[in-house]
């Protein structure tokens, strides 16, 4: 990959600008559905979207499961992505939506794949195996990790919402999720630590912002997921913070299946845009 120049920020400092910059909490995830794409070529399709929506956004967020399951050809299509990205606006959050979680001399080999090789600006974890698998994550200090503890599909409530003891028998009950981020939040010590929180819950979404007032969450689910929007706002944007990041993929990227798609994709992206920004408006 081309070595781009880095003007190092710390992760806070970088989120804040590019959102003040393009007056925008919209990220576009860039999910590549072959049968769902108006071209055949995954790099190009991208390509459309990232030139005709790159003043709206604050995030894109790649997730590697969309090019790893097309195999080679999928990793130089998301290598020219990300390239192209930088090329294009080098101050946009590049998210590399990978979940990655494991003990810690392995994580310490994801982090250095997705911040070195891949030169991510953050990416999502799973936090489930403790400290030790977050550590060599957050030790990127200009690099953010978003840490996966709400998820937005229906079943996530089974084990997410299992209510666990604090202290022994005698302690406080709190959800499995409550207590992660209750934990989680200790572990930030270079401000570079966010939550992944889908909006399909806007409940324990408010439950996550006041558990960390100032850190930045990671909103999937709007849009195909049927996450509520204003709902999600409401629950997470406070007078502290404004780091709500709001992601839309599937409502955006395949808004139209014909050669028309860039324009289409931008009047849908320019649209969700307004819209929180409207929402916010009422909030701070």
């Known amino acids: 990959m ?11 400092d970088k989120l804040d ?9 919209l990220c576009i995830g860039l999910d590549p559905i072959q049968e769902s794409m108006p071209i055949d070529d995954i790099f190009q399709f991208n390509r459309l979207i990232i030139e005709n929506t790159f003043d709206l956004v604050c995030a894109y967020k790649p997730n590697f499961a969309f090019y790893e399951s097309e195999g080679i050809d999928g990793l130089r299509a998301l290598e020219k992505t990300v390239d192209h990205i930088k090329s294009v606006n080098n101050d946009i959050i590049i998210i590399g939506d990978a979940k990655r979680g494991d003990i810690g001399h392995t994580a310490k080999a994801y982090a ?11 990416i999502t974890i799973n936090p489930f195996a403790g400290y030790d ?36 028998s005698s302690g406080d009950s709190l959800h499995f999720y409550e207590y992660m981020i209750q934990e989680i939040i200790k572990w930030d010590n270079n401000n570079n630590l966010g939550l992944v929180v889908g909006a399909t819950y806007p409940d324990e979404l408010a439950v996550a912002r006041n558990l ?19 709902e999600s706002l409401e629950a997470s944007v406070n007078t502290l913070t ?5 992601n839309s993929s599937r409502g955006i990227l395949y808004s139209s299946s014909e050669k028309n798609f860039p324009d289409i994709a931008r009047e849908k992206a320019e649209n969700l845009r307004l819209e929180i920004q409207q929402i916010v408006s009422t909030l701070i």
């Not at 081309?2 to 710390?10: A, F």
């Not at 600008?17 to 909490?25: G, P």
């Not at 079943?155 to 003891?165: E, S």
């Open 2 to 12: 081309y070595c781009w120049k880095r003007i190092v920020l710390k992760f806070y």
């Open 17 to 25: 600008k590019i959102i003040d910059t393009n007056n925008s909490l």
């Open 112 to 122: 250095d794949a997705l911040f070195n090789f891949w030169d991510f600006d953050a």
């Open 133 to 168: 698998s977050v550590q060599p994550f957050t030790s990127y200090e200009d690099r953010g990790v978003f840490a996966w503890v709400k998820s937005s599909n229906p079943d996530g409530k089974i084990f997410q919402d299992l209510r666990v003891l604090v202290n022994g």
């Open 212 to 230: 960390a007032p100032e850190c930045p969450i990671l909103i999937p689910g709007v849009g195909s997921q049927s996450g509520a929007l204003k």
């Open 242 to 246: 404004n780091r709500s990041i709001i």
